[in-house]
Every structure is written in C-alpha cells, then in structure tokens.
C-alpha cells in the first residue's frame, strides 16, 4: 500500500509536469521503417543460425553474458539501493 | 393309499369349510337410518340428537340383487357418548353394539369412540322380482338418555349373512376420518419426537456456539498474527496486478506523450520482444528467377529445408556430434569469461578496500 501510494504520487506528479508540455509528434514512419525492415530481416533470418549454433543455448547466454560483464555496475546500484535504508547500518 | 385318500378329502372338506367360513357381504343400493339416507358415492351420515331427546324415523335399505338370506346390518358408529350408545328400538330388527377398541373417530377435531353395530333382521324382505331389487324396512326409534346433546355418524353399512365378531372387525375401513388409538399416540409421539428433536437441535446449537466461541478464543492469536502479517504485507508489498496496470499507464501516458523521444524506449523493446521469441527456421525459401528479355524461367521456385539435408544418414550423426560439441564450447567460453570478471571484480573491490 506504501510503496503503491509513493509510486502513485511519484507518477501522478510526472503526469501532471507531461500534461503542461505539448505533445511531442511521433517519429516520422520514412525514419522508423527502415530500421523495421531490417529489424525484420535479421530476426527473420536469424533462426538459420539454429543450423550452426544452438539457439536455445545462445539466447539463455546472452542475458547471462550481458549480466556477468556489467556486474560491477549492477553490483554498485544494489549497494546504492540498500546503503540508503538506515536500519541496515550499511556505511560502505 | 389310504392315507393319500384321507389326505385329499381332509384338504377338499378344509378348502369347502373355508371358502363357507367366509361372510359374504353385500352392498345397499340404497340405505336409510332415522330418514337419513346415504347419498350415492358417500358412505357417512350424520344424526344428532338433543339431550334427552327421541327420534323415530324410517330403518330400511334397497338391494339390487339378494340370491341369498344375508340375516345382518352391519355398521359402524362414532359417538361422543363413551358409556353406551344410544338405544335403538326397532320390532323387525335387534340392535347390538360393541365398542371397537384402540380405535377412535376424528370429527372435525374431537375424538368420538367407535362402535360397530349388528342389525339381526327379523322381517321379510320384499323384493319385486324374485331376488331382484329387494327392500327391508321399518321404522327406528333412536333414544338420548343422557343430559347432553350427542352427535353419532353411521358409516360403511353392508348386508352380510354371519354374525360380527368384533375381534375380526377390520379396523382398516376406508372412511375418512377414522383413526386408531395407535394412530392416534403414534401422532402423539411424532409431536412428542418433533419437540425432542427440537430441544436437541437447540442444546447441540448452544453447544456448538459455545464451541466455536471456545475456538474462535484459542485461534485468536494465531488469527491475529496472520492478520499483522498480511496488513504488514499489504503495506508494504503491491498487488500483482499492480506493476502491470502502472507499467501499461506509464507507457501510455509518459512514452505516449514524447513521441520521438520516446522511440529509442519502445526500439529497446521491441528488440527485446524479438529477441524473446526467436524461432528456428532452417527452410531457405528460394524464389522464381526469370530471364529479363524472354521471361523465360531460368530456377524454379522452390524451397530447401537444410536441417533435413544436414540430419540424413552419415552426415546426421557428425552434426549431431558437432552440435553438442558447439554448445559445451558455448558454456566452456561463457564459464570462463565469468571467471575472468570475477577475478577482475574482486581485484577492484580490493583495490578499492
């Protein structure tokens, strides 16, 4: 309910600040779909690697991969987080 | 064969002295008692009488067919007199009474004792034809003795050549109303039952109250405890629909609302979703190739599944061998790397202690 309640007034305040700004128009289509395209041709085409390397396995390592080699900076927003609950006592 | 013999006749006189033994009744076309007559299709009638009162009226009834001497009146008769019926003085006809036992009339409410009644027939019958549509009658006189006023109903009369015995009295006559006494205390036992029954109910209800009151007392901790936990909860952990519902209005409302700026959010997604749901294809789809100046077909349109080609006989099985060999290099090289990096985090962190 508390974290509920904070999120709330946290975005109901961003929505308010948003509703004084106008609108900002939508990136034009002649921009967005060539990066579509080519999105669409990569991961189209993508499962022929399947033949070569096992995508299962490649798609489970990738977020692992990504994880483990950012993990100093995951490792210092944790620490971050939990140094600024008082009840820990965590100073460093 | 003397006994055979003796055996048969002793059974022949047996079925000829039952099937005599047996009274034979018969039912009145018509059937009148002190002027009242029994309507067609009812089998009641009622005669009051008024304290100390006489009444004398007509006694007779009509019988379609009467082949034989049937000599006796029987009836039954609910009174409200319990000491003796009223008299009947008739001089072609001699009234006996007895009370049935065990057995009463419901009239309307009161209880009446029953008593089934004989008529020993002393006239002449006076038939038409010969044993066709015979008539009896005479006059009855009907005698209240007693200082009240009594209500008698005469029901189920039939003419019948045997004498009544009241031992043999079916007690068992269709005649609304008339109830035995064992009806009558079963009755009072269901009412006696309903009430045992409805004071258990109660006792069981102020037992089972106060054993839920008892439980509801010794679960009470416990009940408070997960009434904390689960307000401790509610405080501090969000719904499940919650992150979706807010996520789905985050979306609408701030990434809407940049536009284009919101467009590197919504690429890192979409990519993400793609990425998500990768399939296997290992069909190359090879498209028509004609010659530009003839339009001639130069390759067919076709497609080619190379996983089919790459899984046959000899070659399945090196793939097969290589694939596993492709994925534990995969893993060897991913375990590796996070070795190194952890080795590198670990030298930092001490750097930085």
């Given amino acids: 309910m508390i974290i509920e309640g904070i999120l ?85 | ?85 009223q008299t009947f003085e008739n001089a072609l006809a001699v009234f ?80 609304t109303g008339m109830i035995t006494q064992q009806q009558q205390t079963n009755q009072k036992l269901d009412v006696i039952n309903d009430q045992n029954t409805e004071a258990e109910n109660t006792r069981k209800g102020i037992w089972n109250t106060l054993k839920d009151v008892l439980t509801g007392v010794i679960e009470l901790p416990g009940k408070l405890i997960s009434l904390l936990i689960d307000a401790l909860k509610s405080l501090f952990i969000p719904s499940s629909d919650f992150f979706e519902d807010f996520i789905n209005a985050f979306k609408d409302n701030f990434l809407d609302k940049l536009g284009f700026l919101s467009y590197p959010f919504e690429l890192i997604a979409d990519i993400f979703d793609r990425y998500m749901n990768i399939a296997t294809n290992s069909v190359i789809e090879i498209p028509q190739i004609k010659e530009p100046f003839t339009g001639g077909v130069l390759i067919e349109a076709t497609s080619v599944n190379l996983k089919e080609i790459f899984e046959y006989g000899a070659i399945g099985t090196i793939y097969g061998i290589y694939r596993s060999c492709v994925s534990v290099l995969i893993i060897v090289m991913f375990l590796n790397f996070a070795i190194k990096k952890y080795d590198e985090f670990v030298k930092n962190k001490g750097g930085d202690n």
């Fill in chain 2, 96 to 175: 006996t009474f007895k009370k049935i036992p065990n057995s009463t009339y419901n009239d309307n409410g009161y209880f009446l004792d029953v008593y089934v009644v004989q008529a020993h027939l002393l006239g002449s019958w006076n038939c038409s034809v010969q044993g066709r549509n015979c008539t009896y009658g005479s006059i009855l006189t009907m005698k209240n003795f007693f200082n009240y006023g009594t209500s008698s109903i005469i029901f189920s009369p039939v003419l019948t050549d045997e004498m009544l015995d009241v031992n043999d009295v079916n007690l068992n006559v269709d005649v």
């Fill in chain 2, 1 to 85: 064969m003397k006994k055979i013999f003796y055996v048969f006749f002793g059974f022949l006189f047996f079925f000829m002295f039952s099937v005599n033994s047996k009274a034979e009744t018969v039912q009145f076309k018509e059937f009148t008692f002190l002027g009242e007559t029994f309507p067609s299709g009812q089998n009641t009638i009622r005669i009051g009488l008024g304290a100390m009162q006489s009444k004398s009226s007509s006694f007779s009834f009509l019988v379609s067919d009467l082949t034989e001497t049937k000599p006796f009146v029987n009836f039954y008769m609910a009174t409200n007199n319990a000491m003796v019926p």
């Fill in chain 1, 8 to 92: 709330n007034i946290v975005t109901s305040l961003l929505y308010f600040v948003l509703n004084l700004l106008p609108d900002i128009p939508d990136l034009p289509e002649a921009l967005t779909s060539p990066i579509t395209t080519v999105l669409d041709l990569i991961f189209n085409n993508v499962g022929l690697l399947d033949l070569f390397l096992p995508l299962n396995i490649v798609k489970l390592i990738i977020p692992l991969w990504l994880i483990v080699d950012n993990f100093d900076k995951i490792y210092s927003i944790v620490f971050w987080i939990i140094k600024k609950i008082p009840i820990l006592g965590i100073e460093k």
